[in-house]
């Protein structure tokens, strides 16, 4: 099912330019083929192909873990002011995606701490 929230969302956002803002249980429904159908649009949006475009990015760098250049591209898309510290963001950046479990990103163990716990024993967050 994740999977098909993941291939369904990217869908909306790269091939239609639209996204639902709020995809959770609650406006989400799994039909008996496995399908998902979305019950609420109350918060959803456009983009434009830029935007689109910008998302594509945003993935190869998480996948590369290239930090700077994804805090970059968010100072492109208007996402982060253009004078803000960039610092913080990278520290975020690597701490959420070294916590990632799905699409074999992350490859945590369930018997360590995270790296959200080990940053807050350490003052990173």
């Known amino acids: 099912m994740v ?3 993941v291939q369904c969302s990217l869908r ?3 091939e239609n330019g639209f996204f639902h803002a709020d995809p959770h249980g609650g406006n989400l429904l799994a ?3 496995a399908s998902l159908c979305y019950l609420d649009f109350g918060m959803t949006s456009t983009l434009t192909q830029e935007q689109s475009y910008g998302i ?5 760098d998480l996948v590369n873990r290239d930090w700077e250049n994804l805090v970059a ?6 996402i982060l002011d ?10 975020v950046s690597i701490l959420l995606i070294l916590d990632l479990d799905c699409c074999g990103l992350g490859k945590r163990s369930r018997d360590r701490p995270s ?3 080990q940053g807050a024993a350490s003052g990173v967050t």
């Open 3 to 5: 999977r098909s929230l």
């Open 12 to 14: 909306q956002m790269l």
């Open 31 to 33: 039909t008996k083929d």
């Open 56 to 60: 594509i990015l945003a993935i190869v």
């Open 73 to 78: 591209l968010y100072k492109r898309l208007g």
């Open 82 to 91: 253009k004078d803000a510290d960039e610092e913080p963001i990278v520290k």
């Open 115 to 117: 790296s959200w716990e």
